[in-house]
Structures are given as structure tokens and as C-alpha cells.
């Protein structure tokens, strides 16, 4: 990343010492290269160990490396009905496929998990799922004697036993349950049907995945040489096509086939301490506040859960050294939460001599801002996300070399690949400058992970 005293904005600033103190303030923010190829080597190394057989190497990994047990992408010769539940932030969805020759209809319901729901006992949350899924049903006039199959994307820290079956570690993003670690999410989902006396049609949930996994398929539905499907959405995680010969937690006689589609589940990297090099106080203050203490150091980076509060600390610490809203600032900026990643994305879409949106966003949190307030603000969002996109891409890369192929389309859901503006542009700039030899495309595959649901179901399905 360009250093900070060759931006425009700060070169911008008229006081030499303001401009010196706004700098010290924001250089750690700046990833060098350096850093972004340790950040390649050490993810390198935590996969190492992730994707040993023993048990010692695996612990000394912050991530899964799971297996998803999906037997491959689409054959483009699908037929028939089948159901995507995809339960992943407080907006869950249902989804309905269509197969005719491989073409696929899909409609999609959007329903909410209300807050009182996400720190309550596990039961209470599936059984309004349980509930949506009827709704959707009768909406859709569904009707079936047969079970229809049901892939149920539940993207949450979970290790994958079968296709069907895994078992839950943690929640994470907005979701506190007070029970669900160490359950089967495909149990809890069957048992809150059973205790609501069934459905008006029968479903068979045949597959659990993560949103990743959703994506990859939809992804590939897409095109054709989608092998990564990525979400930068509250969370964020990966899921690739794996050559099988480097896929070592499997035994060979394990293998049915030469490509695995791995579930990276890398959240937590970095749990461990071995992202510290770069974390930042800011880094460190936003995770003392947050819902999951010490852990999912990796999404804590650039999650749309979390890249608001980050750029928020950050405009808190220059307010209070008295170098932006002359010292003041308002209450609700001093309000942990009340600088959403939406303001991220909407300061964003200014333009390089634009200023309506950040003004918009000021506004209503009752800030009085000059022209320097105006750009060290943009500044800040600016370097926020180009970290956060640095550091995602660089994850990306790994994957891609490990792909190894000439040409990889990387498909991504979530909102903030969706929204913002930029995150786009940045993470292609990191990608062809640490994986030159790759030609990779990156393409928005929206409600992926529920779509993706449905298809893994068709897959799980064929005989
Ligand atoms: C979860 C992952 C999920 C990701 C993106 C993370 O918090 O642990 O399973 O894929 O968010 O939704």
C-alpha cells in the first residue's frame, strides 16, 4: 500500500505537525508488501498443519480444512425440485430450484431471525426456521408427495462428519445462542420440524454446507472456471476445489475423486497470534468489544460485521488527539456501533474530489466537519477497506496457487463485496501483483449461498 505521506489527502493537509501527527496515527494501518506476503506464508504454514492426519499438527492450526463431502460442481444434466435453506446472519433464506436439463429457476424468501432469538437457546431460532420454511411452502403452493431434497447452508465454524452431518464448534457474527456448540445443525433443524408436527410437504435434508460451498456452486453455475467460492459478507470464509494429492486428511482409498472441495473455514485465522505482526490497537480494541472475545481474528479484519466499528475507533482516536472535529466530535460517534459498514461503503462512493456522500454520512451523526475533516475521513475508510480487500486477496492468492491453473474466476456474496464501491478494484490490484501468472476474474454471485444449498442437494441427490 502506498505510505501515508504520499496520499493526496494527507499531502493535502496544511499543518506540518497536524499532518505528522494524522500520519502516526494512520501508518500502521498500511500493509507493505512485505506484510502481505507473510501473511501468504504464514497462512501456508497454518495450512500445513490443518491438512496433517495428526492431531498435534492440526491443533497448532486455526483453521478447518474441512472436507464438505460434495461430490462435485454441476453436470449441467439436472432435473427436478429441490430446497436451499441458508441460515448464516440474522436474514436467513429459503430457496427453490427448479432443475429442467440443467437450466435452473430459482426463487428466493428472504425471512428474519428477530434479536431476542440470537441469545435465547438454540431451539427457539430453528423452531422459527422450522416455521419459515412452512410459510414458504404454502406461499409457493408447493406440493409434493415425495420428500423433496433440501441442502441447508449453515454458515457457522462447524467440522464436517458426511455430507449430512457435522457438528457445530462456535457461533459467531451476531449469533450467541446459548446452546448449538457441539450439536448437529441438521439435527437441530430436523428436530424443530418434528416438534412442529412435520411439514405440508416432506423435505429430506440430504446436505449440510457452509455459505462458501453454496457460493462455489452457484459460482460455477455461472462459469465455468469458478474454483473458489468466497463471502465477504458480516463473516467472512473460502471454499475451493482442492487437488485431492494435496488434500492429506483424507487417506487415498478416502479419495473418490482427483478434485476435493474444500471448506477452508478460515475465520479464526490468526487466533493463534501468528497475524499479529500487523494488528493494529485498533485491532485489538475492536476485539476486546466484541461479541466473540480472542477469536475469528482473521474476519474481525475486514468483516462487514466489524470494518465500520474498525474505521469508527479509528476517527475516535484522531478526534480525541484534537486532529479531526476539532477535538469534539458528537455522541453518537463516540457510540460504539453507530458507524455501520454501510457509512464505510457510502464515504466510499465519493468520487476523488466528491464530498456529498461523507457529508450525508457526517451529518447524521451530528458532525460539524471542514474540508480537512472531510478528507481525513474518506482517508480512513479508504485505508480500512484497501486493507481489509489487501488482506482477503492475499488469503485468495494462496488458494490460487494451490488451484494452479491459468485462468480462475473467484465468485463472492456478502455485502460488502456487494456494496462497496471499491473492494472490487482493491483486491484486484493485490491479486495481479502476488499471482502475476494467474489470470483470475472475480465475479459477485449474489444469494450464491442459498442457490448453492439447493444445487449441492441435487448433486447429493444423484444416483
Ligand atoms: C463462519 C463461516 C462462514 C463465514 C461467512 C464465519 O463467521 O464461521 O462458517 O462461512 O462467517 O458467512
Redesign the pocket.
Known sequence: MEPMSKKTRIERIISDDKRKKVIAVLENLVLSDGDVHRIMEVMEQQIDFANSQQEEDRKRSDFFWECTYVQGLLKGDEEGEYLGLDL??TNFRVVRVTFEKGEAKTTTKYYNLPKELLVGPADGAFDHIADSIEKFIKEEKMCSDNAIPLGFTF????VQKSLKHSVLITW??SFKCTTGPGEDPVGMLEAAIQRRGGLSVPVDVVARI???TGTLMAGSYLDKSCRIGL?I?????ACFVEQAKNFNKLEAAEKTSDQILVNC?W?AFGDNGCLDFFKTDFDKELDQNSNHVNS?TF?KLF?GFYLGELVRLVLVKLTNEGLLFKGEGSTKLMNKGSWPTSYVTEVESDGPEETSHTIGVLQSLDLTADVEDIALVQEVCGLVSQRGAYIVSAACAVLLNHIDLPEVTIGID?SVYEHHPRFHGYMMELLEKVVPETKVKIILVKDGSGQGGAFVAAVGSRS
Open positions: 448464516g446472519s454458515s457457522f465454524p462447524s459467531t457474527k457452509s455459505d462458501t463471502i459478507g458480516s463473516g467472512s470464509n473455514e475465520g475469528y474476519e468483516g456478502g
